[in-house]
C-alpha cells in the first residue's frame, strides 16, 4: 500500500459509526399514522405477483396494529425485545415432540425468527399472558366436538389478538389418528390475518398430540413432507410466507390446559432443494416454536 492510499484510508477507519447512533436515537413513533409507516416499513413486502398474500396480511398488520403503542421498543430495538421474547418463552411450561431434530420448537428457534414472525409472535405472547385471550380459546376448545378439530383465522381486532373460528370443510373420513380432520374452507386463508389456526383434540386411548405434525412421504418421484409441516412447507412456496398456530388439548379436556405452537416459513430468499431427497432444504425455511403450556 502506497502512502497516499495511507492517508486516505486512516481518517475513515478513525471515524465514529455515525449512522449506527443515528439509528438509535430514532424517535418512537408516535402517533397512529407514523406507526403504520414504521410497522409497513419494519415488514418485508413483496413485487412478485405470486406473492400478494404477503403484501395482503402485511398491510393488514400496519394497519390493524397501528393503535398498538406497546408495539413501538420491537419496531424501535427489534434485538432485545427479541432476546425478551426468548426470556419469556424459555419460562414456559412446554410439551415438545422431538420429531425433528433442527426442527424441534426449542426457544432457540427465536434466534431466526424473521421480522414477519417477530412481530405476530410478539403480540400473541403479549395477549396469550395478559388479557382474556386464553379463555377465549378455551371456549374455542370446549365448543368442539369431542375428538375433533376445529380451525379458522387469527385476525387482529382493536390492536389485540382475536382467534375466529371458521366452519370445518372437511366431509370425508375424519381420521384424529391421521390428525387430519380440519380443513379450511375455500378461499378462506385469502381473507387478510396474522396466522391460520387449528386445534388437536385430547383423543382417549391416543392422547394428546402435541405440535404440528408431520411425515415423510416416500413414492418413485422421491420424497416428500406431509401433515401440518407439509401444508406450511407448500404455501410457504406459493405464497411466500404463510404462518400458523397449532392449540394442542393437553391431557384430558377436564384439565383445561393447551399447548401452542407456531409454524411457518418463508419461501421468498429459501434455497431450491438439490432434489426431492434433500429433506435439509427442503426444511430449512420452515420454523417450529412451542410457546408454551396455557391454562384455562
Ligand atoms: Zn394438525
Given at each position: 500500500?502506497?502512502?497516499?492510499?495511507?492517508?486516505?484510508?486512516?481518517?475513515?477507519?478513525?471515524?465514529?459509526?455515525?449512522?449506527?447512533?443515528?439509528?438509535?436515537?430514532?424517535?418512537?413513533?408516535?402517533?397512529?399514522?407514523?406507526?403504520?409507516?414504521?410497522?409497513?416499513?419494519?415488514?418485508?413486502?413483496?413485487?412478485?405477483?405470486?406473492?400478494?398474500?404477503?403484501?395482503?396480511?402485511?398491510?393488514?398488520?400496519?394497519?390493524?396494529?397501528?393503535?398498538?403503542?406497546?408495539?413501538?421498543?420491537?419496531?424501535?430495538?427489534?434485538?432485545?425485545?427479541?432476546?425478551?421474547?426468548?426470556?419469556?418463552?424459555?419460562?414456559?411450561?412446554?410439551?415438545?415432540?422431538?420429531?425433528?431434530?433442527?426442527?424441534?420448537?426449542?426457544?432457540?428457534?427465536?434466534?431466526?425468527?424473521?421480522?414477519?414472525?417477530?412481530?405476530?409472535?410478539?403480540?400473541?405472547?403479549?395477549?396469550?399472558?395478559?388479557?382474556?385471550?386464553?379463555?377465549?380459546?378455551?371456549?374455542?376448545?370446549?365448543?368442539?366436538?369431542?375428538?375433533?378439530?376445529?380451525?379458522?383465522?387469527?385476525?387482529?381486532?382493536e390492536g389485540k389478538v382475536h382467534f375466529k373460528a371458521l366452519?370445518?370443510?372437511?366431509?370425508?373420513?375424519?381420521?384424529?389418528?391421521?390428525?387430519?380432520?380440519?380443513?379450511?374452507?375455500?378461499?378462506?386463508?385469502?381473507?387478510?390475518?396474522?396466522?391460520?389456526?387449528?386445534?388437536?383434540?385430547?383423543?382417549?386411548?391416543?392422547?394428546?398430540?402435541?405440535?404440528?405434525?408431520?411425515?415423510?412421504?416416500?413414492?418413485?418421484?422421491?420424497?416428500?413432507?406431509?401433515?401440518?409441516?407439509?401444508?406450511?412447507?407448500?404455501?410457504?412456496?406459493?405464497?411466500?410466507?404463510?404462518?400458523?398456530?397449532?392449540?394442542?388439548?393437553?391431557?384430558?379436556?377436564?384439565?383445561?390446559?393447551?399447548?401452542?405452537?407456531?409454524?411457518?416459513?418463508?419461501?421468498?430468499?429459501?434455497?431450491?432443494?438439490?432434489?426431492?431427497?434433500?429433506?435439509?432444504?427442503?426444511?430449512?425455511?420452515?420454523?417450529?416454536?412451542?410457546?408454551?403450556?396455557?391454562?384455562?
Open positions: 500500500m502506497n502512502t497516499i492510499v495511507k492517508r486516505f484510508l486512516v481518517p475513515f477507519i478513525l471515524m465514529p459509526p455515525i449512522a449506527l447512533s443515528l439509528a438509535e436515537d430514532k424517535p418512537a413513533p408516535q402517533s397512529t399514522v407514523q406507526r403504520e409507516a414504521a410497522i409497513k416499513k419494519f415488514l418485508p413486502t413483496s413485487d412478485k405477483n405470486e406473492h400478494n398474500l404477503i403484501n395482503l396480511n402485511n398491510v393488514y398488520m400496519a394497519k390493524e396494529l397501528a393503535g398498538r403503542a406497546s408495539i413501538d421498543p420491537l419496531l424501535q430495538d427489534t434485538e432485545k425485545l427479541r432476546a425478551k421474547l426468548k426470556e419469556t418463552i424459555k419460562t414456559q411450561k412446554h410439551a415438545y415432540t422431538d420429531v425433528l431434530v433442527k426442527h424441534n420448537g426449542r426457544p432457540d428457534a427465536v434466534d431466526s425468527l424473521s421480522r414477519s414472525q417477530l412481530i405476530r409472535i410478539s403480540i400473541l405472547m403479549d395477549d396469550l399472558l395478559n388479557g382474556d385471550l386464553v379463555n377465549d380459546i378455551g371456549k374455542i376448545i370446549d365448543s368442539t366436538e369431542k375428538n375433533k378439530e376445529a380451525g379458522g383465522l387469527v385476525l387482529i381486532k366452519p370445518n370443510a372437511s366431509t370425508g373420513i375424519n381420521s384424529p389418528q391421521f390428525n387430519a380432520n380440519y380443513l379450511f374452507p375455500d378461499d378462506s386463508f385469502k381473507e387478510a390475518n396474522a396466522f391460520l389456526f387449528h386445534t388437536h383434540p385430547f383423543i382417549k386411548g391416543q392422547g394428546s398430540s402435541n405440535g404440528p405434525s408431520w411425515n415423510m412421504q416416500a413414492s418413485r418421484l422421491g420424497v416428500s413432507i406431509t401433515g401440518d409441516t407439509g401444508v406450511a412447507l407448500a404455501m410457504s412456496k406459493q405464497y411466500g410466507e404463510t404462518h400458523h398456530l397449532v392449540i394442542s388439548t393437553v391431557g384430558d379436556p377436564v384439565v383445561r390446559k393447551f399447548n401452542i405452537d407456531y409454524f411457518g416459513g418463508e419461501a421468498t430468499n429459501a434455497k431450491e432443494p438439490k432434489n426431492q431427497f434433500d429433506t435439509e432444504s427442503l426444511l430449512e425455511h420452515i420454523t417450529i416454536l412451542d410457546l408454551g403450556i396455557f391454562k384455562y
